[in-house]
């Protein structure tokens, strides 16, 4: 059952390394792959509280990535339209580019919603295209830094696991 546990777990690892960049919930398909582990392996291979932790760590991770956006542009300079903006662009784009183009069109999609929902919105109340541009960018900026936050933090995930599995 070991050997089967450790299949289980390296794929959820691999399927959640390659989620972290496409705005998906990467982090919790590792933890996922872990309780799968325990399930399969045994209760003595990993505790409730490393299983805690590492659920407590990938909710986390997808909370603030699902914030970045908004913390991009306001670190950018928008108003409260333009984060409003940022969350619903980026959502909408999301859906939109996943529909479009499987996998990658979540990215793509996610940070042009997120671009021009904060565009508009900003544009909207400020009628100032350079300023505008501006928080539009920093939600792009936002945005790929969770994606780089994110990787990081499954990565991390998945040696913390191997670590306590080895």
């Known amino acids: 059952m070991h050997v089967l546990g450790l299949i289980v777990l390296f794929l959820f690892m691999a399927v959640g390394l390659v989620m972290c960049p496409l705005t998906l919930p990467g982090p919790l398909v590792i933890f996922l792959g ?16 490393f299983l805690a932790v590492l659920f407590a760590i990938g909710a986390v991770c997808e909370v603030v990535e699902y914030f970045s956006s908004v913390m991009g542009a306001r670190s950018f300079g928008a108003s409260r339209r333009a984060v409003v903006g940022a969350l619903v662009g980026g959502m909408a784009g999301v859906i939109i580019g ?4 499987p996998i990658i069109g979540s990215i793509l999609g996610g940070a042009a919603g997120a671009f021009v ?5 900003e544009y909207g109340k400020r009628r100032e295209i350079g300023h505008s541009l501006k928080v539009g960018f920093g939600t792009v900026v936002g945005r790929a830094a969770a994606a780089v936050m994110k990787v990081a933090v499954g990565m991390g995930m998945s040696v913390a696991v191997l670590v306590k599995v080895f």
């Open 117 to 121: 929902g904060a565009f508009v919105a």
């Open 34 to 49: 872990a309780l799968l582990y325990r399930a399969i392996a045994g209760p003595e291979t990993l505790t409730w509280g």
């Open 98 to 101: 996943s529909l479009a183009i």
